[in-house]
């Protein structure tokens, strides 16, 4: 194989997205409707699909019963893209 060959696969990778999914910082910006940040505002959940899983806020403990955590502007959470959703995985 020569050089130039080994030179133009190497480009095709460059090309190529990477595979699995990246994690995502996210930050409540409204909670009426419950409102992701992305990328410093570029990117909003509403309007793009969001789904938020159940234990994603957090819990904590209050005379003896297991209650969760509201969200609150300004929190952060990690997120991940499923498709074209945006899929709250827990608080930061």
């Known amino acids: ?3 130039e060959q ?3 696969g ?3 990778e ?5 595979s699995g ?3 995502l910082e996210g930050t409540v910006v409204s909670i009426a409707p419950l409102t992701f940040s992305l990328y410093g505002g570029e990117v909003m959940a509403p309007p793009m699909p969001l789904a938020v899983t159940e234990s994603a ?4 403990v209050v005379s003896h019963s297991i209650q969760k955590l509201p969200w609150h502007v300004g929190d952060r959470a990690a997120c991940a893209m499923m ?3 945006l899929v709250v995985l827990g608080r930061l």
């Open 83 to 85: 498709g074209k959703t």
């Open 6 to 8: 080994e030179f133009a």
């Open 10 to 12: 190497a480009m095709k």
């Open 14 to 18: 460059l090309g190529k997205k990477p």
């Open 57 to 60: 806020a957090g819990y904590t």
């Open 21 to 23: 999914t990246a994690l």
């Open 1 to 3: 194989m020569s050089w």
